[in-house]
C-alpha cells in the first residue's frame, strides 16, 4: 500500500468527490480526518472506511474560520499521531449572474473555497514544518477558475484564487519538502448531476451502466472514483517531485494546465501612450486576443435529453 502510514485530512468528504479521496487514501493505507459539515454524512464516511478495514474519524465543522482548520490538525495528531496530506475539497455553489449576485452568494462561496483553502493549508503548513513533514497539500480548482463561466463570478474567483495560492505556495514551501498542486476535477456528483448536457452521462450511471464513451473520453466527464487516483497519486512519495502543478481529470482524461505566459510582447520607447497604443495594438493582438469559458461539443443525438 502506498500511503501506509501516512495521516490524511479530506475536507468536505462526506460525499461526492471528496468522499471518493477519502475511500482511496485509506484504500491506499492512509488513515482519514473526515471533514462535513453534514454530520450523517460525514458518520456514514467513515462507517464505509472502516467496514473496508480502513481508519477515519470524523470533524463536523464548516470549513473557512481558523477554528475549524486547527480542530482538523489536532484531531489528525491526537487520533492518528500527525498529518502528512491535506486535501481542501469542501464547496458549495451559489450560481447568479453578477448582476442579480448579492453580497452574501459572493462571501459564502469565497468563505467556504477561498478562505476554507487558505485556513487549512496554513494550519496543515505550520504543522507539517515544525515536525519536519515533507507533507502533501492538493488544493481542488475547477475549470471555471481556469477559463470563467457565465453566471459563477464568485466560484470563478475562488477557484481561481485556489490555484494563484498554489503557485505560491510551492515556492514558500520547497524548502520544507512540501508539495502544493491543485486537481481540476469534473464529475457527476450533487454539484453537476442536474446539469442538463450532462443527462444521459448521469441516467447510465443511476442505472449502474458506464457513461457513454462521448463523455468520458471527449468531454473527460466520469464518476468521482476517476479523480480519486490522481489525488492518491499526488499524496505519495512517487510524487515528490511535483509541485506547483494544476493537473485536471474526470472521466478517461488527464490534463496538465499552462499557468499564464504572456503570449504577445512588444516595446515602446518611452512607454505605451493611447496614441501608441491606437496605432499598433491591433496589429500587435490581432489573432492573438484570448478566449473565455468552455466550449463543449454538440451532444450527438443519441445523447440529447429534452
Ligand atoms: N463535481 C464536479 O464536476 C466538480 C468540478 C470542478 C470542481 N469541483 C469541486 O470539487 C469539490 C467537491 O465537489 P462535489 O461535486 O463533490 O460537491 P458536493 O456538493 O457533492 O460535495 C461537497 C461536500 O462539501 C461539504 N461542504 C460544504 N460546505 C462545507 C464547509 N463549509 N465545510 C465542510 N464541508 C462542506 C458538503 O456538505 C458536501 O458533502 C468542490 O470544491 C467543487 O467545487 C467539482
Not at 277 to 296: A, I, W, Y
Request: charged content about 20%; overall charge negative; proline content about 4%.
Amino acid at each position: 500500500m502506498l500511503l501506509e502510514g501516512k495521516v490524511a485530512i479530506v475536507t468536505g468528504s462526506g460525499r461526492g468527490l471528496g468522499l471518493a479521496y477519502a475511500q482511496e487514501l485509506a484504500r491506499q493505507g492512509a488513515a482519514v480526518v473526515i471533514n462535513d459539515v453534514d454530520a450523517a454524512t460525514a458518520d456514514a464516511a467513515v462507517a464505509t472506511i472502516e467496514q473496508s478495514g480502513g481508519r477515519a474519524v470524523a470533524v463536523v465543522a464548516p470549513v473557512g474560520p481558523t477554528e475549524t482548520a486547527q480542530e482538523l490538525v489536532r484531531t489528525a495528531v491526537e487520533t492518528f499521531g500527525g498529518l502528512d496530506i491535506l486535501v481542501t475539497n469542501a464547496g458549495v455553489l451559489r450560481d447568479k449572474t453578477l448582476w442579480n449576485m448579492s453580497d452574501d452568494d459572493f462571501d459564502t462561496v469565497i468563505n467556504v473555497h477561498l478562505r476554507g483553502t487558505f485556513t487549512c493549508v496554513r494550519e496543515a503548513a505550520v504543522h507539517m514544518r515544525a515536525n519536519g513533514v515533507a507533507g502533501r497539500i492538493i488544493c481542488i480548482g475547477s475549470p471555471t477558475g481556469q477559463r470563467g463561466n457565465f453566471g459563477q463570478t464568485n466560484y470563478a474567483a475562488a477557484k481561481a484564487g485556489i490555484v494563484g495560492m498554489v503557485r505560491t505556495w510551492a515556492l514558500e514551501l520547497k524548502k520544507a519538502g512540501i508539495t502544493a498542486n491543485a486537481v481540476i476535477p469534473v464529475a457527476a456528483t450533487a454539484m453537476t448531476s442536474t446539469i442538463p448536457y450532462f443527462a444521459a452521462a448521469v441516467e447510465a450511471t443511476e442505472r449502474g451502466e458506464a457513461m457513454p464513451p462521448f463523455f468520458r473520453h471527449d468531454l473527460g466527464f466520469g464518476v468521482s472514483e476517476d479523480v480519486s487516483g490522481v489525488i492518491a497519486y499526488l499524496a505519495s512519495d512517487a510524487a515528490a517531485g511535483v509541485s506547483g502543478q494544476a493537473i485536471g481529470v474526470g472521466g478517461d482524461r488527464l490534463q496538465l494546465w499552462s499557468h499564464p505566459e504572456p503570449v504577445v510582447t512588444a516595446y515602446h520607447d518611452g512607454g505605451w501612450s493611447i496614441e501608441a497604443l491606437q496605432d499598433e495594438f491591433p496589429g500587435l493582438t490581432e489573432g492573438s486576443l484570448q478566449s473565455v469559458g468552455e466550449t463543449f461539443p454538440p451532444l450527438p443525438e443519441d445523447l440529447k435529453r429534452s
